[in-house]
């Protein structure tokens, strides 16, 4: 690296928090559930090789990705144990997948039949789970239409076996019925699987929860849990356990500047100084993933004080007000995440200032932020 990864704007993580949230997950569900933490997206914008490397000595039952490249990665990383795909995956990467072992989720006949083949052509075995589509629409098998598929589905075909069957919660994080609706459709399934396969088939998985199903219906955990946006410091619905905070973000002060009344700031001049002013530039913009929707509305905390953002944030810099802050300098550290003192801008809070969720905040911070980790209290 040609600056010190703190020069300009970073990322903070605590892998001690990190680690404290997959035991959280851990008493929740219980030691005998199986925990997959859901690693795509770069471990949600973490750092893929990072996280894993903070949660394998945790023993958890596996990792799942999104996609076949992500599943690779891992390997080639030195990961042995298994890796789940948890969306559709293109059939041009099913012969990756077998060939790095990497469990598949199926969501047709179509693609377990081009599962098999690759499997039959390389001579090599293919692990798979169904996909159970209850109620989130987006892939699966339709439960209600299991009679046209279950059999071929769970008997696997060549080298392409079932090992798992699984479904995906639309609403965990909020009260309502759709929870055990889903839950009883994939239930029903769940049981005509049961009654086909092996009695001593003891490897077969059952998966359903997320993150906030773990801590809001723990009763229907099964063999293994799917944990994401908790591990990672994200919260998972009103009322619910939150989790450790896992990431900060900073940003240096580059500039500090005294601006007469009337000074104009940034694109479209969006801001006009109403009086004298000292205004502080950071090094941090939108092509580091601060949402331009925070342009006028949102705030950094520098000093142990909350300067607001003004003006339009820009690709590169953003600028605060820090009147109020007389000893703010070149250099400082301001957070735009995190806290700074007895002052605390969590990232559920930037989430719903920026009009989205935390996933998005994680998922859209960009390489240009260097990823420290620490294993900071």
Not at 32 to 52: C, F, H, N, Q, R
Not at 155 to 184: F, M, P, R
Request: glycine share 10%.
């Amino acid at each position: 690296m040609l600056t010190h990864p703190k020069a300009r704007a970073w990322v903070q993580i605590r892998a001690n928090a990190l680690r404290a949230n997959f035991m959280d997950v851990r008493d929740q569900v219980g030691s005998e559930t199986g925990i997959l933490p859901m690693v795509k997206a770069d471990a949600y914008g973490l750092g893929l090789e990072a996280s894993m490397r903070t949660l394998e000595p945790l023993d958890p039952w596996g990792f799942g990705v999104a996609t076949v490249s992500e599943g690779v990665c891992l390997r080639e990383l030195g990961f042995a144990g298994r890796i789940v795909v948890c969306s559709p995956a293109p059939r041009e990467t099913m012969e990756a997948a077998v060939q790095h072992g990497l469990e598949l989720s199926i969501s047709s006949l179509d693609a377990l039949q081009a599962l098999s083949e690759v499997s039959s052509r390389t001579e090599s075995k293919a692990d798979y789970h169904i996909d159970v589509d209850t109620g989130m629409g987006r892939s699966g098998f339709d439960w209600g239409d299991a009679s046209t598929w279950l059999t071929d589905a769970t008997k696997g075909a060549g080298g392409a076996s079932c090992v798992g069957c699984y479904t995906h919660l639309h609403s965990a994080d909020v009260n309502d019925d759709t929870v055990e609706e889903q839950w009883a459709r994939f239930s029903r399934v769940a049981e005509r699987i049961g009654s086909k396969r092996r009695a001593d088939d003891s490897e077969f998985t059952f998966h359903v929860l997320n993150s906030a199903g773990v801590f809001r219906i723990p009763e229907f955990a099964s063999s293994v849990v799917r944990p994401g946006i908790f591990l990672y410091g994200g919260e998972i619905g009103h009322g619910q356990p939150r989790p450790q905070p896992v990431v900060s973000v900073h940003a240096r002060v580059a500039l500090v500047r005294s601006v007469a009344p009337g000074t104009t700031l940034g694109y479209g001049s969006t801001y006009v100084s109403t009086g004298e002013e000292r205004w502080a530039t950071l090094s941090i913009g939108y092509g580091d993933g601060l949402s331009r929707v925070l342009s006028n509305r949102g705030c950094a905390i520098l000093k142990g004080v909350r300067v607001p953002i003004i003006g339009r944030i820009s690709m590169d810099v953003t600028v605060v007000d820090i009147t109020d802050v007389e000893s703010a300098r070149e250099g400082d550290v301001a957070t735009l995440i995190g806290s700074d003192g007895s002052v605390t801008r969590t990232l559920d809070q930037v989430a719903a200032e920026s009009g989205t969720i935390s996933y998005e905040v994680l998922t859209g911070l960009t390489s240009r932020l260097p990823r420290v980790w620490t294993d900071e209290s």
